[in-house]
């Protein structure tokens, strides 16, 4: 179809009829004939995706919500989702992905920078003081984002929500890594309240004095972002929403109120600690359902303005559902079949929902269990708009899979994972078989954990002590993938 449009427009530039192809014309009258569709399998390569109109990318990346939080991956009946399950029910939903770490700022830099944590600039949350507060570790300037390519092919690029990869004036503002706008909270300690005395619009301060419900806004401005694009203008609008995040903090928990048995919630910290939440079920509910809604906000917007078709949609989570400020991840089951919150390694801390719509590829609904990750996300961006891959890059393209091209598709050899709180962690993942390693900053405790996969979803089962060969060659091939990085160590 991309040849048939570039053919088409290479005639309408030469008009006046002195361009007279009669192979073009013919081509053209098929297409017109609105039986494109049979025509798409002769010309469709990956190649060809941008030789046509580039597709506009929506990644909506919520924050601390739980796989099983959705009902469209393991059931959810406490919580209502129901436009994330309709979205689900027309897309590929993606069964074994994983977020870029098990919390925020790493989870984000390897998303945007196609980098696992062994090898990513960020990797971990790390406060700076500056200036104007204090803000997170900032990515250097050597560090291409998906935004900054995209920015190279023509896209309007925004970012709203939380950002958490460099406070204002520095390498890793939004503004200096691709995004032409940005709109929220930039440091991720400020994201922790839902109503703060002020937001960042791109590095200024917007005084809201604490009276406004954050989320509101951002969506607003984020929804304000892409009206204002240009019909053929393609855009990454990069919605990286906060809720559920704690605190536990909505304005109207009357969908849910009286619901569920309460546990209030009181906080203990003063300044620094979460929010006191007296109905700390009934709010969690809330605020995923406020997601929910605020994914049908966005939907419809790129539905009314005619882009839906060619328009990637992304939803995703940041890491694993936590468990603080009051939330219950027991009751919900928000970490579905499997083990561990936010903070570790198991796969309930890094496995997460990735439903991927683009209905001009994808038809209709699949499930894949390529096993993916945050830092495929580049990679298949420089496949789609068709553009090279950044040096250093970690992740696989998985455009094969989102083609229905599954027998093409290449595999990662392993999934690695490192975290430097809690004692220092390490995980990696090759043939279903997975090393978990706690306690690297101790090494007299010094924790080792082997399982199986594919029989051991939940991973209760450690199988270590008659597989010590293979734990070995796991750690090997773990301690090789790590690189040392000048900002993280355990
Ligand atoms: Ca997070």
Sequence with gaps: MGRITKCYRRETKQEQGIYHNFVYRIIYMIYTMKIKNLLIPVFLSPAAINAENLPNIVFVLVDDMGIGDINCYYSQPKIQTPNIDKLASKSLQFMQHYSGSTVSAPSRCCLLTGKHTGNAYIRGNKGIKSEEGIFDLHLPANETTVAEVLKQKGYSTMCVGKWGLGGPKTSGSPINKGFDYFFGYLSQGNAHRYYPEYLYENENKVQLGGKVYSHWLILEKGLNFIKSRKKEEPYFAYFAITPPHADLDYPDISQYQGKFSETPYINKNGKRGFKTQMA???????????????????????????????????????????????????????????????????????????????????????????????????????????????????????????????????????????????????????????????????????????????????????????????????????????????????
């Design 280 to 490: 700390p079920k009934a709010t969690y509910a809330s605020m995923i359902s406020e997601i929910d809604r605020s994914v049908e906000k966005i939907i419809s917007l790129i539905k009314e303005r005619g882009e839906w078709e060619n328009t990637i949609f992304i939803f995703s989570s940041d890491n694993g559902v936590h468990c603080v400020g009051g939330h219950d991840p027991k009751f919900f089951d928000s970490n579905g079949p499997f083990r561990g919150y936010k903070r570790d390694l198991y796969e309930g801390g890094i496995r997460t929902p990735f439903i991927f719509s683009w209905p001009k590829h994808i038809k209709e609904h699949r499930q894949t269990s390529h096993i993916s990750a945050f830092w495929d996300f580049l990679p298949t961006v420089c496949d789609i708009v068709n553009t090279e891959v950044p040096k250093g890059v970690n992740g696989i393209s998985y455009l094969p899979v989102l083609l229905n091209e599954e027998d093409k598709q290449p595999q990662h050899e392993y999934i690695y994972f490192e975290f430097y709180e809690a004692g220092g962690k390490q995980s990696i993942l090759k043939d279903g078989w997975k090393l978990v390693r706690l306690n690297l900053s101790k090494p007299n405790k010094l924790v080792e954990e082997l399982y199986y996969l594919p029989h051991d979803i939940g991973e209760e089962h450690n199988l270590i002590e008659n597989n010590r060969s293979k734990a070995e060659e796991l750690k090997k091939l773990a301690n090789k993938t790590h690189i040392n990085s000048p900002e993280f160590n355990w």
